[in-house]
């Protein structure tokens, strides 16, 4: 069992940003790929960003590839999200979540129903 919990969600302008961190229970945090989700008003959950356990492959929407970096530590069993350019659309409810790669290419870890434990989401507000 995994518990997750995010935090450093908030209100920014346009243009700046936000890291978000995700720690997590547990003694077997680096067998967990991690992936970050988020979700806006009235939309559908999307994938954000993907790591691997050991942090050496990641994977990214191409809505956010260049503006968003993914990174664990795994020693502090904490993943994070570094949000930089933020826009008005990166505006949802951020998720975290852990699952098993299983040796699949990272693309597989786009795939909420590939990951097993989710965390209860931290609010993100980007302002125009």
């Known amino acids: 069992q995994v518990q997750l919990v995010e935090s450093g969600g908030g209100l920014v302008q346009a243009g700046g940003s936000l890291r978000l961190p995700c720690g997590a229970s547990?003694?077997?945090?680096?067998?967990?790929?991690m992936g970050w989700f988020r979700q806006a008003p009235g939309k559908e959950r999307e994938f954000v960003a993907a790591i691997s356990g050991s942090g050496g492959d990641t994977y990214y929407a191409d809505s956010v590839k260049g503006r968003f970096t993914i990174s664990r530590d795994n020693a502090k069993n904490t993943a994070y999200l570094q949000m930089n350019s933020l826009k008005p659309e990166d505006t949802a409810v951020y998720y975290c979540?852990?699952?098993?790669?299983?040796?699949?290419?990272?693309?597989?870890?786009?795939?909420?129903?590939?990951?097993?434990?989710w965390g209860q989401g931290t609010q993100v507000t980007v302002s125009s």
């Open positions: 979540a852990a699952g098993f790669r299983a040796g699949q290419p990272m693309a597989v870890m786009s795939r909420p129903g590939n990951y097993a434990y």
């Open positions: 547990g003694r077997t945090f680096s067998r967990y790929a």
